[in-house]
C-alpha cells in the first residue's frame, strides 16, 4: 500500500518505513527501532499516528497489535473511526510523548481498533477523492457570502460523519449562515479550525527560495516568532521581498544562526565611529565571523580600511582618554593583505593541433 501523498505509489508498506526516502510531511526517524528492550519490559502501548498534512495524534494500542513505522491504522475518531498511518512506535513515541509534556495515563487518549482492512483503505481513497471536490465548492460559498476568510484546506474523516474545514482570516469571522450552508449540501458535521498563516504554508507546503521543502511542512513544528532584528543581527539587507517566505510572514530560518551571531557580537565595541589626527573615521561595514570592521574617511569615502576588533577597542579606549593616534591603519592586516598571493588570468591560449602532422606524413607517403 502506497503513502496517500507519495509521488513515487511506493511509499507505505506493511512492514513499515517508507521505502522511497520520507515522502511524507512531518516524517520522523524512528532511531530506536532496531533496540531490543530489556528482560520483562513491555513494549510501549502508545503510538503517533499522522493524518492528513502535519496533523498528528497519540492512540493506545490496546489490543497489543504490532505496529511499525508506516503500517495504516484505524483509529477511534470522535465520532466514528478514521485511519491513519504510524509515523513513530516502541520507546520514540515515549519520547515524543514527553517532548509534548502529556502524560502516559492521559485520559484523552483514543485507542487503536484494528489493522485496516482493504475496505478501510478502499474508504479512506474515497474519501481523499471527495475532499479535492468539497474544497472548491467550500470557497465559493465563503465567496458568495462575501465573508472575509480563506478556505485552505478541508479534512474529512474517514467514515464520512465529519469534516473539518480550516480557514485563514485577518480577524473575528461569523460563519454560523456558512455552516449551515456546508452541512445542508454536503450532509457532514462541520468544525471550522482557524489558523496562522504559517500553518498554512506548513499544510500546502512547497519549495523555499533555498531549493528546498518548506521547514514548517517536513519538520518544524513549533512557530518562534521572528522580528527584523534578526537580519540586523546577521548584516543582512531589510528587503522584505526576500526575507519573507511563502506565508508572506518573515522566513523562519533566520532565527537558526542567529544565537552564533548574537554570540559572536558580544566581544565588538558599541560605538563604532574612530577619531584620529588624519581626520574623523565612519564605520561602514562589518564581518562578524572574521572579526573585521571596516572604515572610511570622512574626505576619503572610497577608500576602505579594514580594522580588527582589538584595534578598534584600543582607539576608542585612546578616544576616551581624551588622546588620538596619527591613523587608525591596523599594521597586521595591512601586512597579512601584502602576503595574500594573487593570480593573473590570461587570454585565452592556441593549442597546437596535431591534424597537420598527419597531413605532412600523408604527403611523405604520396612522394614515396
Known sequence: MACSGCSTGRGGSSEGGCSSGGCNKMNVFDWLANMELPNGQKPFDIVEVRFKNSRKE?????????????????????????VGVVSVAGETARLQLKKKKMSED??????????????????????????????????????????DMKINDVEIQADKSQASFY???????????LIKAYSSEFRLRIQMWQIGERQEAGRLGGIGSCGLELCCSTWLTDFRSVSTTAARYQQLALNPVKLA???????CC??????????????????MDLDSQKGRAVHQKTDIFKRTIWYTYLDAPENFIPLSVERVKAIIDMNQKGKKPETIEDMKLEMAKEKEVGYVVGGPKQLKSNNNKGRNNNRRRRDN
Open 254 to 271: 533566520l532565527n537558526y544562526e542567529l544565537d552564533s551571531y548574537m554570540d559572536a557580537l558580544k566581544d565588538f565595541p558599541q560605538t
Open 245 to 251: 517566505g511563502q506565508c508572506g510572514k518573515l522566513k
Open 106 to 147: 492521559d485520559s484523552s487518549i483514543r485507542n487503536i481498533l484494528r489493522k485496516s482492512t482493504p475496505n478501510d483503505i478502499d474508504r479512506w481513497k474515497e474519501v481523499q477523492e471527495l475532499e479535492k471536490s468539497i474544497i472548491v465548492r467550500a470557497r465559493t460559498h465563503a465567496t458568495n457570502m462575501k465573508l
Open 167 to 177: 480557514y485563514t482570516a485577518p480577524g473575528r469571522v461569523d460563519f454560523r449562515e
Open 58 to 82: 497519540f492512540f493506545r494500542n490496546r489490543n497489543n497489535l504490532q505496529l511499525l513505522q508506516g503500517n495504516i491504522v484505524t483509529v477511534e475518531g470522535v465520532t466514528g473511526f478514521d
